[in-house]
């Protein structure tokens, strides 16, 4: 499970994007009720991902974020200093716990792009007091080769126009009984 969380003065948001065994990758995008600070978000972020994990009873589950604040408070190598933060400190940790086998790891930001890019969407989003849902379609435009002549253009678009006939049963010639 990778996470982010994104914060500006018009919004926060956090992504946070599963890969199964198979590799099939399974993004979230949230969008953030109240304006938060960046380490605020990310612990959103994380604790939203591991919410998910528990409903789905997800084990083994390998976490990478690339806050190192966040992750460092998690592994106890940074003291948690600012009391707005030690809600959701401990909260993570006790839905980490109630996972059990769960490793937590720093990445570096090129090395959580899709997390980063979700968390980023849902706080450029979070203005709207409506629910969004964006499809994220696979695409791939080809355009045609056309000449800089209009007629030549015109002469190609009838070339490529293929012609469909509806053929009625009764146009096929049978014997009646």
Same mark, same amino acid.
């Given at each position: 499970? #990778?996470? !982010?969380?994104?914060? $500006?003065?018009?919004?926060?948001? &956090?992504?946070?994007?599963?890969?199964? @065994?198979?590799?099939?990758?399974?993004? #979230? @995008?949230?969008?953030?009720? *109240? %304006?938060? @600070? %960046?380490?605020?978000?990310?612990?959103?972020?994380?604790?939203?991902?591991?919410?998910?994990?528990? !409903?789905?009873? *997800?084990?083994?589950?390998?976490?990478?974020? +690339?806050?190192?604040?966040?992750?460092? *408070? =998690? =592994?106890? =190598? #940074?003291?948690?200093?600012? /009391?707005?933060?030690?809600?959701? $400190? %401990? #909260? &993570?940790?006790?839905?980490?716990?109630?996972?059990?086998?769960?490793?937590?790891?720093?990445? /570096?930001?090129?090395?959580?792009?899709? &997390?980063?890019?979700?968390?980023?969407? &849902?706080?450029?989003? @979070?203005?709207? !007091?409506?629910?969004?849902?964006?499809?994220?379609?696979?695409?791939?435009?080809? /355009? /045609?080769?056309?000449? !800089? +002549?209009?007629?030549?253009?015109?002469?190609?678009?009838?070339?490529?126009?293929?012609?469909?006939?509806?053929?009625?049963?009764? +146009?096929?010639?049978?014997?009646?009984?």
């Amino acid at each position: 499970m #990778y996470f !982010d969380g994104a914060s $500006h003065k018009e919004g926060a948001g &956090a992504g946070v994007v599963f890969v199964t @065994s198979e590799g099939e990758v399974l993004p #979230y @995008s949230f969008t953030l009720t *109240q %304006n938060c @600070s %960046n380490n605020v978000a990310e612990y959103q972020a994380l604790i939203l991902g591991l919410e998910i994990a528990v !409903d789905a009873k *997800q084990l083994p589950l390998k976490v990478y974020g +690339d806050s190192q604040l966040v992750v460092n *408070q =998690l =592994l106890g =190598l #940074y003291e948690v200093k600012k /009391p707005e933060l030690l809600p959701y $400190h %401990n #909260y &993570a940790k006790r839905l980490m716990g109630w996972l059990g086998d769960v490793e937590l790891e720093h990445l /570096p930001r090129k090395d959580n792009k899709q &997390a980063d890019a979700l968390a980023k969407l &849902a706080s450029t989003l @979070s203005m709207t !007091d409506k629910e969004a849902r964006i499809p994220i379609c696979k695409s791939w435009v080809i /355009p /045609p080769i056309f000449s !800089d +002549d209009e007629d030549d253009m015109l002469q190609e678009e009838e070339n490529h126009v293929t012609e469909v006939f509806e053929v009625e049963e009764e +146009d096929w010639a049978t014997t009646t009984g």
